[in-house]
């Protein structure tokens, strides 16, 4: 299944993703005293295709699935409580397994969907195939465009992201990057973080666009061969940073993802750059990233933070 | 732990960021690779580096490292010095090498990011 092929591709990139960050909080559930009909005309309006049955205080006690529901129907069993029906032996993930073990999970059990329940027993919510895919679209939003459309994508006015425009004349912080010092490279997130607290926006934010900046930077000056631009737009809920350059853009993005592949030279390594986590960084300290890069034309990188009013928070349900 | 204390286990050389010594180590690490200290790196910890480069000193302000640690009494650019001063960032040098550095601190209760 070429789904299946991507999802262990991508499982390694997005290992920090967890079961709380992938599940959908607040499934739907059932009592174990209601019928097996009533699962059924549920999952028909709500299209889902399983049911956690909890007790009054939130423990998972079982589980109903499409394929119990037409065993029911099968023997007439339809009538009857759900106590009866359901799976009792029900495969859970806990809150903190990481991607690989979810995705391993599913492989082994070939089952639809996992429970998520905390130490105590507690549901806390539910994990489909499906989510994971989305989980890892959602959350980071990555997108790669590997046609001759970037061409006309880069140097656009609008958001790679959200759309909106975004003029760089109009950006609240501007920094050139000149590629011809190495021991230059990162000044301009340092700058940028400057900037950032003395507009009052959050330390630990600050902090994280300065790491993001800072590998984006040192790429435009290690890797790209051409001179570069950091821009940053303070909105009322986010800020957007978009670096970009003219140089000889990314060769294999898929590659340039995975921590360890670097195409760095010696010479760049001397500085203690090179390690390969320049964007599987960016991508660990932002909310969303974008690259956009074609080659012998240039590569545009956008990473968005939300502010606190708005930030995700994975110990919190999103507001 | 404080610096201080960091400094006097190490018999360190105190090279910039003297009015830090008073502020507590949170944890400490070792490493060379800018991309690992950036991603490792947590507010207030100590990092042990050979490298000596101003790109040390500009990832330790971006990630809000304490300060770093020059093993093996490396020798250290005027311009990394510059930056470190400028910037009232902690920069001690020791003789000890990047080992037997870890060692010492190990011992005398730091803890890594890891425990």
Same mark, same amino acid.
């Given at each position: 299944?070429?789904?299946?092929?991507?999802?262990?591709?991508?499982?390694?990139?997005?290992?920090?993703?967890?079961?709380?960050?992938?599940?959908? *909080?607040?499934?739907?559930?059932?009592?174990?005293?209601?019928?097996?009909?009533?699962?059924?005309?549920?999952?028909?309006?709500?299209?889902?295709?399983?049911?956690?049955?909890?007790?009054?205080?939130?423990?998972?006690?079982?589980?109903?699935?499409?394929?119990?529901?037409?065993?029911?129907?099968?023997?007439?069993?339809?009538?009857?409580?759900?106590?009866?029906?359901?799976?009792?032996?029900?495969?859970?993930?806990?809150?903190?397994?990481?991607?690989?073990?979810?995705?391993?999970?599913?492989?082994?059990? &070939?089952?639809?969907?996992?429970?998520?329940?905390? @130490?105590?027993?507690?549901?806390?919510?539910?994990?489909?195939?499906?989510?994971?895919?989305? !989980?890892?679209?959602?959350?980071?939003?990555?997108?790669?465009?590997?046609?001759?459309?970037?061409?006309?994508?880069?140097?656009?006015?609008?958001?790679?992201?959200?759309?909106?425009?975004?003029?760089?004349?109009?950006?609240?912080?501007?920094?050139?990057?000149?590629?011809?010092?190495?021991?230059?490279?990162?000044?301009?997130?340092?700058?940028?973080?400057?900037?950032?607290?003395?507009?009052?926006?959050?330390?630990?934010?600050?902090? *994280?666009? !300065?790491?993001?900046?800072?590998?984006?930077?040192?790429?435009?000056?290690?890797?790209?061969?051409? &001179?570069?631009?950091?821009?940053?737009?303070?909105?009322?809920?986010?800020?957007?940073?978009?670096?970009?350059?003219?140089?000889?853009?990314?060769?294999?993005?898929?590659?340039?993802?995975?921590? !360890?592949?670097?195409?760095?030279?010696?010479?760049?390594?001397?500085?203690?750059?090179?390690?390969?986590? @320049?964007?599987?960084?960016?991508?660990?300290?932002?909310?969303?990233?974008?690259?956009?890069?074609?080659?012998?034309?240039?590569?545009?990188?956008?990473?968005?933070?939300?502010?606190?009013?708005?930030?995700?928070?994975? !110990?919190?349900?999103?507001? | 732990?404080?610096?201080?204390?960091?400094?006097?286990?190490?018999?360190?050389?105190?090279?910039?960021?003297?009015?830090?010594?008073?502020?507590?180590?949170?944890?400490?690490?070792?490493?060379?690779?800018?991309?690992?200290?950036?991603?490792?790196?947590?507010?207030?910890?100590?990092?042990?580096?050979?490298?000596?480069?101003?790109?040390?000193?500009?990832?330790?302000?971006?990630?809000?490292?304490?300060?770093?640690?020059?093993?093996?009494?490396?020798?250290?650019?005027?311009?990394?010095?510059?930056?470190?001063?400028?910037?009232?960032?902690?920069?001690?040098?020791?003789?000890?090498?990047?080992?037997?550095?870890?060692?010492?601190?190990?011992?005398?209760?730091?803890?890594?990011?890891?425990?």
């Amino acid at each position: 299944m070429a789904e299946a092929k991507n999802l262990q591709k991508y499982v390694d990139i997005f290992r920090d993703l967890t079961a709380a960050d992938i599940m959908t *909080r607040n499934p739907v559930t059932l009592t174990p005293d209601k019928k097996v009909a009533r699962a059924k005309e549920m999952m028909k309006i709500k299209k889902i295709s399983g049911i956690p049955i909890v007790n009054s205080d939130q423990f998972l006690v079982g589980i109903i699935s499409i394929e119990d529901i037409i065993k029911a129907l099968e023997y007439g069993r339809i009538n009857e409580t759900l106590e009866t029906v359901m799976t009792r032996d029900v495969v859970t993930l806990h809150p903190e397994e990481n991607l690989p073990a979810i995705v391993d999970k599913f492989s082994t059990y &070939k089952l639809g969907r996992f429970p998520v329940v905390d @130490g105590d027993g507690r549901l806390r919510g539910i994990i489909a195939r499906e989510d994971i895919l989305h !989980g890892i679209l959602e959350k980071f939003n990555l997108i790669y465009i590997h046609d001759t459309k970037r061409n006309t994508k880069l140097d656009q006015e609008f958001s790679l992201i959200t759309g909106e425009r975004l003029r760089v004349d109009e950006a609240e912080f501007h920094y050139n990057i000149d590629n011809s010092d190495i021991t230059s490279a990162g000044t301009g997130a340092a700058l940028l973080k400057q900037f950032l607290k003395k507009k009052g926006i959050d330390h630990e934010i600050a902090r *994280r666009v !300065g790491i993001a900046t800072y590998e984006a930077e040192t790429n435009v000056v290690i890797h790209s061969c051409s &001179k570069g631009d950091i821009y940053c737009f303070l909105k009322p809920d986010r800020i957007i940073v978009r670096v970009t350059d003219s140089g000889i853009g990314i060769e294999d993005l898929d590659k340039a993802m995975t921590e !360890g592949f670097s195409t760095a030279s010696d010479y760049v390594r001397e500085f203690g750059f090179g390690a390969g986590m @320049g964007i599987p960084n960016m991508n660990r300290f932002a909310d969303k990233l974008v690259i956009l890069s074609e080659k012998k034309v240039g590569t545009q990188v956008e990473i968005v933070f939300f502010l606190p009013a708005v930030s995700w928070n994975p !110990g919190n349900p999103s507001p | 732990m404080t610096a201080r204390e960091l400094v006097e286990i190490l018999d360190g050389e105190i090279i910039s960021g003297e009015s830090r010594l008073d502020e507590e180590v949170q944890s400490i690490g070792a490493g060379d690779m800018m991309s690992d200290i950036l991603a490792l790196a947590k507010p207030g910890m100590v990092v042990l580096t050979a490298h000596t480069s101003p790109q040390s000193v500009r990832t330790g302000m971006v990630t809000e490292l304490l300060g770093l640690v020059v093993v093996q009494n490396k020798n250290i650019p005027p311009a990394t010095i510059e930056l470190a001063r400028q910037n009232d960032f902690l920069l001690i040098r020791t003789k000890g090498f990047m080992f037997s550095t870890c060692g010492k601190l190990y011992t005398a209760g730091f803890k890594g990011i890891d425990g």
